[in-house]
């Protein structure tokens, strides 16, 4: 029987305002949230970002379902003009494709953890369209699962910035 991929893409917790901020009360208890909801999955690798929030928010990942974290520069946050003007950023966006195409031959059951801007990236990828229409959001511990169709060579969306694991009180509401 042949293998599959899916590729579960996270947002990190809650942080606080400062630029490079750390997780928040909030975004470490809905870290833990999340992670409960991870560890019946049977993920095998955990790739994040290096930065702060994110690092935080895998690591509480890791702690629950005892795997090593990979981390990955091309998860990196970017400014949100580089989705906006994608022909104006092409190095920021070959960097990230590059890891989509090393992760799209892969099998098993992979999590990714980094930001909003560069998982709309990886989503456009996955939707084989260009990042500047990915006008969609994700939630802190959003969680959206890509199941790879290897005979079709394309991706099905089963579940699109899920935050069921998350009661209301912890959940960030927009308008």
Request: aromatic share 6%.
């Amino acid at each position: 029987m042949e293998k599959t991929l899916n590729i579960y893409i996270i947002r990190h917790g809650e942080k606080d305002k400062e630029e490079n901020g750390s997780l928040t009360k909030k975004g470490r208890a809905q870290a833990t949230l999340l992670a409960n909801r991870l560890n019946k999955l049977k993920i095998t690798k955990i790739y994040s970002s290096d930065l702060i929030r994110c690092k935080e928010t895998a690591e509480i990942i890791s702690k629950k379902i005892k795997l090593p974290i990979k981390y990955e520069k091309a998860l990196r946050e970017i400014s949100s003009e580089v989705k906006e003007k994608p022909s104006k950023h092409k190095n920021k966006i070959n960097k990230i494709g590059k890891f989509w195409n090393k992760l799209d031959k892969q099998k098993g059951n992979i999590l990714l953890v980094s930001s909003g801007i560069v998982n709309r990236i990886l989503m456009s990828f996955a939707l084989k369209i260009n990042p500047s229409k990915a006008n969609f959001m994700q939630d802190n511990t959003g969680f959206t699962r890509l199941e790879k169709n290897k005979k079709k060579n394309r991706y099905r969306f089963w579940h699109v910035n899920d935050i069921s694991h998350l009661p209301n009180k912890l959940r960030t509401f927009r308008t």
